[in-house]
């Protein structure tokens, strides 16, 4: 083995940090606080200290094509849409199939990391960490990948709710929610319209009196099933998609977004609909919500003006008396403890990272925090790029650019965040799935040579043009690659459809929604377009070409 890495944490994104830091020859150490894998998605009935917590129905958000590791396929009988239950047996698997947990110290915190006293010169940390019996040790790593998440502390801004203090009923954050049954009968208000604040809503209505959630701005509500009940990540989350994202305006593409999803529910009549455009917010998926509250088992309010002992007053000057229970569905901010705020300080749940992954400022690159995103689109797949290319860094086997290059990508991403999106602390780790990974792939030199396979290899470059963009993508070509990449591509589509052929019928639904003929002049729309703005806005390179592209086209520019 060769250097010695210090992983923080084994949930889904550890365990691809372990995985990574073997595939580079490196020696990885995995620090877990508690007794097993999982992180997030480990299901328990009480929430701990320090460790992220769900509630027992969890279903995700993504499906499992698209979440998947980039080498490691689920199982085609797995379902799409995955129970926590599930996407924790797949971690297992996975852990199983490369051996990765025999690097694991479970039950072993990590204390606090520190910069050796030679660090400009070996890059080393010292790493102290204490074991449940509270014996304390102190070692030396050659780097440190820390991956401890986003949803471990949660925010609870009691301070923004006069009155509350008065207030005689139950108050708790949606982290300390597990199930309904204690809820029966009960009078039940949620505040907060995120996945969780949703989800929480949708399954207290089936057991309580009456369920309210309160929204500051509203939201825009997407479902898991798209048109003829495909998963919608992987209708929508498509290379042309992406680079119709990219060139359109973007009013039209949110005027085009909205449109489509109002013809499910509309979201004014429903009293859902924000002020914000439907790509300047982190949408929120429930397919049930609507249903609650046409049913009229969840009721819609705005923002809370005032707690009362038994009532709460909206910003509308509604009342609503004999309310039991509050939950404060809120958000998380994220720390890192165990680091000094010279190497990585957070302020306004904000945090300086090349990349989101590279400190910019150290003297040696050997920290890297992996998976501290919030993607529209699946977070495991990110956190294996991340990985995959930080340990490349850490074996020197790549370099990153200077601090001052550095500094400037990390201010632009500021930029185009803060022009995008709500100002709120969700939207601080904001990235977009496709574009993200293709940034990502660039710098591992992974990101796959579309049109070379389109001339080479046209079925396969098809679906990566426009079929959906699985992480198998990712594994075609460059450092990782994998054999089983192009197969995994062909087959995506057989996986989706096997949980579902419960009931053969002689005739199954093709797997696509949009004929190809179709998704070709989209194709042919989207150069077009890009070519007549060219024409009309040269960029510099074109008005003032260099002398050896002017002595092939003398007429250019």
């Avoid at 039940?188 to 009456?210: F, K």
């Avoid at 999803?261 to 609507?290: A, K, W």
């Avoid at 797949?381 to 086997?397: G, N, Y």
Wanted: glycine share 6%; net charge positive; charged share 20%.
């Amino acid at each position: 083995m060769g250097r010695r890495i210090a992983v923080i944490g084994a949930g889904a994104t550890g365990l691809t940090c372990i995985k990574s830091c073997l595939d580079e020859g490196l020696e990885p150490v995995c620090f877990e606080r508690s007794k097993d894998i999982g992180g997030l998605w480990r299901f328990k009935e009480e929430a701990e200290a320090e460790r992220a917590s769900i509630y027992h129905s969890v279903i995700i958000n993504t499906s499992k094509e698209m979440m998947c590791y980039s080498d490691f396929p689920i199982p085609d009988h797995f379902p799409n849409y995955m129970h926590n239950s599930r996407i924790l047996e797949y971690f297992r698997m996975y852990a199983q199939h490369f051996d990765l947990t025999r690097h694991v110290r479970f039950q072993t915190a990590v204390r606090s990391v520190k910069k050796r006293p030679d660090f400009s010169r070996s890059g080393q940390w010292e790493v102290v960490s204490v074991s449940s019996a509270g014996q304390e040790q102190s070692e030396t790593f050659d780097g440190v990948m820390v991956c401890t998440g986003h949803h471990t502390h949660p925010h609870m801004p009691l301070h923004d709710f006069p009155g509350i203090e008065k207030f005689g009923g139950q108050y708790f954050h949606s982290r300390d929610y597990k199930s309904p049954q204690e809820f029966q009968g009960k009078r039940v208000l949620v505040i907060g319209i995120g996945n969780s604040g949703g989800d929480i809503a949708v399954e207290m209505s089936g057991v309580a009196e009456q369920v309210f959630l309160s929204t500051r701005r509203g939201s825009w509500v997407l479902n898991r099933v798209s048109d003829n009940g495909f998963p919608r990540d992987m209708m929508h989350g498509t290379r042309v998609t992406a680079l119709l994202r990219k060139y359109l305006p973007f009013s039209l593409l949110n005027w085009i977004g909205e449109r489509k999803i109002n013809t499910r529910f509309d979201h004014s009549l429903y009293g859902l609909q924000p002020e914000h455009r439907l790509f300047s917010q982190h949408p929120m998926v429930n397919d049930d919500l609507p249903n609650r509250i046409l049913s009229g088992r969840v009721q819609v309010k705005p923002n809370v003006s005032e707690f009362r002992s038994a009532s709460v007053v909206f910003q509308d000057g509604s009342v609503e008396d004999r309310i039991d229970v509050v939950v404060f569905a809120t958000g998380y901010t994220f720390s890192f403890p165990f680091l000094d705020d010279s190497v990585l300080a957070v302020a306004d749940n904000q945090v300086s990272l090349y990349k989101y992954v590279f400190p910019p400022a150290l003297e040696r690159p050997t920290l890297a925090v992996i998976g501290l995103i919030q993607p529209v689109g699946a977070i495991m797949p990110i956190s294996e790029l991340q990985a995959r290319w930080a340990t490349r860094v850490f074996a020197e086997l790549q370099k990153l650019p200077p601090e001052k290059t550095m500094l400037k990508d990390i201010e632009n991403k500021k930029k185009a965040m803060a022009k995008r999106y709500v100002l709120s602390q969700r939207h601080t780790i904001q990235v977009d799935y496709i574009p993200y990974m293709d940034e990502l792939a660039a710098q591992l030199g992974v990101r796959p040579r579309l049109g070379w396979l389109l001339l080479r290899d046209p079925r396969l470059g098809l679906q990566l043009l426009l079929g959906p963009c699985t992480p198998y993508q990712y594994r075609l070509c460059g450092p990782g690659q994998w054999a089983g990449a192009r197969r995994a591509i062909l087959t995506q589509w057989d996986r989706v459809a096997k949980p579902l052929r419960t009931r053969v019928l002689p005739e199954t639904p093709r797997p696509s929604t949009v004929p190809l003929l179709l998704k070709l002049s989209a194709a042919c729309l989207l150069c077009t377009a890009a070519s007549l703005y060219i024409h009309r806005y040269p960029p510099p390179f074109i008005q003032n070409p260099p002398p050896f592209i002017q002595r092939f086209v003398p007429n250019l520019g």
